[in-house]
């Protein structure tokens, strides 16, 4: 065997991996190597996978013209038109100090 570095398991975890290692013929170190080695892999096969999608999803080649026109009036007055029908909480500070939360309409205040 060679040199590792001890490890706390939790009790719960230490005795599902007897379990299993004694029907794989494993020791408990060698069971949770095991589990940690597909682990890596899993978790390195999934995140490859997601970035991959991301990048995909991602590319847009009109995002420049799309960003001048959100600078816009126009671009701004459409982003709140669509805030507006898409989210039915809304939180305002005027200029008062006084935060109103608006839901459905109904307006609800409450001093800072």
Excluded at 45 to 59: E, F, G, N, P
Excluded at 70 to 93: F, M, V
């Amino acid at each position: 065997m060679s040199n590792g570095v001890p490890v706390r398991l939790s009790e719960k975890l230490a005795v599902r991996a007897r379990a299993v290692a004694e029907m794989q013929d494993r020791s408990l170190t060698e069971q949770v190597e095991h589990w940690a080695l597909l682990g890596q892999v899993v978790e390195e096969a999934i995140m490859s996978a997601t970035v991959q999608r991301l990048k995909v999803r991602s590319h847009d080649e009109a995002l420049g013209d799309r960003l001048a026109f959100a600078k816009t009036p126009e671009g701004q007055s459409k982003a709140a038109k669509l805030i507006h029908e898409r989210n039915p909480i809304r939180h305002d500070i005027n200029g008062t100090g006084t935060i109103r939360v608006l839901r459905n309409g109904q307006k609800r205040t409450k001093k800072r």
